[in-house]
């Protein structure tokens, strides 16, 4: 077994997107800051209402899929195929835009605390014009399973623990993407498998925590994409209080990455192709 190292650390930076929300993006801050197959990587979360109120209304996508997942309050989602659903504290989307999607994301409160994550995960060239799709994914429908000092929350992927195979909300696809929310009681450590093929990142957002490889401990870096190294385990210790984190993986898929703004392509002719079928309402037909 190889643990795996710290490679690259991406500092989230602070931006807007929709209508004005506050986000801090590390993946994705430039189209050139991206880990393959993962596109973005957005953090919201403010109490202060003005901060998200006007969401993200209509807006179209082709090419990739959409992650969001909600840690505090609730967001309003509804596309043009008619899927409707309301993320609540713990849910997460799953939108696969494929050849087209419109969609909204609209918070549902007027004051309180808005806080979570959207990751925009690629797709193959052979998977970009498959039809959209959806799943609205409860909190009790994500497993969670409790290692020593630990709580792990697997959105996606497959692990295997102490011998026993977890499969997450979400299972498959041609990347195999991991998505855990790992929960640290203070001085507890982790080790969690992510096999060799796999690219992977830590992203830290609450506490502090180290990345443990042998004798050596490196602090990992808060609201940034702590990118890591091959091998096939990461062992995670958190400090005096605690820690509570990200853990990001997938398959990379290793083709040419042509964005322009929510469509994402393989070439320019296929960007153009996507701006016309928007423009002329054949994007969602």
Known sequence: MTLRALKQIIPALDTSDGAGVRIKRSIGQRQSVRMDPFLMLDEFGSDQPQDYIAGFPNHPHRGFETVTYMIEGHMLHEDHLGNRGNLRNGGVQWMTAGRGIVHSEMPQQ??????GFQLWLNLPAAEKMKPAGYQDIQPEDIPVFNPPGASVKLIAGEMTVSGARISGAVVGGSTQP???????????QVCLPVAEPLNAMLYLYEGNAHLVTGDERTGLTRSAANVLAD????????????????????RPI????????????????????????????????
């Open 110 to 115: 007027e004051s309180g605390v808005m806080r």
């Open 178 to 188: 991991i998505y855990a929310d790992i929960h640290l009681e203070p001085n507890a």
């Open 231 to 250: 091998g096939d385990e990461v062992v995670v210790a958190a400090g005096e209080i605690g820690a509570r984190l990200l853990l990001i993986a997938g």
């Open 254 to 285: 290793g083709e040419p990455v042509v964005q322009y703004g929510p469509f994402v392509m393989n070439t320019r002719d296929e960007i153009e192709q996507a701006l016309r079928d928007y423009q002329t309402g054949q994007l969602t037909a």
